[in-house]
């Protein structure tokens, strides 16, 4: 077996052991876990410092994995259909969520940032694990992302799970945008 195949085996195994591991995303890597795992998403935060009022994103493969999470009732057809739409750029929409969704992964809010990627690493990780990740920005809070493979091994070791590939190559983090609104929260 090759080196990759290995590798994507030992992430996919981290993630089901509650562990946290990092991975490209489309502008920087991303720090990821289960997001039915307390102690996981609790570890997480610790490491990047980073207080659980401000919630977090998943990322998941497709749509149907985030049903789970967020309130689908509250969205109509046209709101549905900007979040199904594949543009040039990944948005993070911001989602009402179910009475069940955790508070670890909502924070302060009654809503959760979800976005459904098309890049291709994202998608095979997504899939191989069969649900969401949590997504956020591998760095200490307030520090800029890592970009590259390297800047997460300086960081946390040389041990820490990584998957090996390099981020799409977009210059900034998605867009974010309420779901309900189509307010514009943060530009990409």
Not at 111 to 139: D, M, Y
């Amino acid at each position: 077996m090759n080196e990759p195949f290995l590798n994507f085996v030992n992430l996919v195994s981290a993630l089901r052991q509650q562990q946290i591991i990092a991975y490209p995303t489309e502008a920087v890597f991303g720090l990821g876990c289960d997001p039915d795992s307390e102690s996981a998403i609790q570890a997480l935060l610790t490491l990047k410092q980073r207080p659980w009022h401000k919630g977090l994103i998943l990322i998941a493969a497709h749509y149907a994995q985030l049903v789970k999470y967020i309130d689908d009732s509250q969205l109509d057809d046209s709101q549905r259909a900007c979040i199904f739409a594949r543009g040039p750029d990944p948005v993070t929409w911001v989602l009402p969520v179910r009475a069940t969704t955790s508070h670890w992964l909502t924070g302060q809010f009654s809503s959760l940032a979800v976005r459904i990627s098309s890049f291709e690493p994202v998608q095979r990780l997504c899939l191989a694990f069969g649900k969401p990740l949590v997504s956020t920005s591998a760095n200490l809070s307030g520090q800029p992302p890592a970009r590259r493979a390297s800047e997460i091994r300086e960081q946390w070791g040389a041990a820490f799970p990584i998957m090996y590939e390099a981020v799409e190559g977009r210059l900034n983090p998605s867009e974010i945008r309420n779901a309900l609104s189509g307010a514009l929260i943060r530009q990409g």
